[in-house]
């Protein structure tokens, strides 16, 4: 399956056949994964739709899994439909997956990630998600230009500290937010462990934790430590705190 996005340095090419990649090589639920590219990309079914000159109910149709098996021509419409509707939006969406698209992050390590169109002060963010601010809230002042959302679980106790550099975009000016956590304990010592042999301490601007059952004292030392704001937050499951993220528009 070939994709060719002329003046791209192959970003977009290597994004596209990702996203196609893991649908054609789902054995169970193709059109849940559908769903989850679409809803990442954030276009509604109906959108798409239109896009694609198609009924709506052929996309929620597939997505159900009412046509279990989409052609392979099928699946490259639906990615390119994607990937052209959010460049005529400007390609936030896909400027930032492209950061985090690599052989070796598999994708169910991201739930969400996004660009702002203006740097936003993290201290709005922080509120949108219900936290409770356990280090250096004076730092929150700071703007962040997006954020990048991860189940801990399937992320950060088993990445590399070069991939978690990965995950974070190459900027400091991100929020790092961190779902489905335990003690908060792991993913901070790998946000400390990155920063190790580098000539350039590298880390988000902030970082939300989400799920947290005990929190670890460590994890807030560390935090501290490295001058990093750590929140909590309160919301009930991921699936919440991800909705909330894609709901959040900040009035500057």
Known sequence: MKFVYMGQNGTLQRLAEAMAGEICLSE???????????????????????????????ISDYESGRRKSPRVETIKR??????????????????????????????????????????????????????RVLT????LDRDIYGYTALDSVNAIV???????????????QRAAILTNVSSG?????????SQIGTSLAVKPAVVVLQ?????????????????????????????ILIKQLRNFEPQI
Request: charged letters at 25%; aromatic letters at 4%.
């Open 28 to 58: 169970t639920d193709p059109g849940a994964l559908m769903k989850r590219w679409r809803e990442r990309f954030q276009i509604s079914q109906k959108d798409l739709a239109n896009h694609l000159d198609v009924s709506p109910s052929v």
């Open 78 to 131: 639906f990615v390119e439909g994607l990937i052209e509707m959010d460049a005529a939006s400007g390609g936030r969406i896909a400027m930032a997956l492209e950061k985090l698209i690599a052989p070796e992050i598999a994708s169910d390590a991201i739930l969400d990630s996004r660009e702002f169109g203006v740097p936003v002060p993290a201290q709005l963010l922080v509120e949108s998600l219900n936290c």
């Open 136 to 139: 250096h809230r004076a730092l």
């Open 158 to 172: 088993s990445l590399t500290p070069q991939q978690l550099l990965r995950l974070y975009g190459g900027t400091t």
């Open 185 to 193: 304990r792991s993913p901070m010592v790998a946000i400390k462990a």
């Open 211 to 239: 799920g947290v059952r005990e929190l670890d004292p460590l994890a807030v030392r560390i935090a501290d430590s490295i001058h990093l704001p750590l929140c909590v937050s309160e919301l009930d499951s991921a699936d």
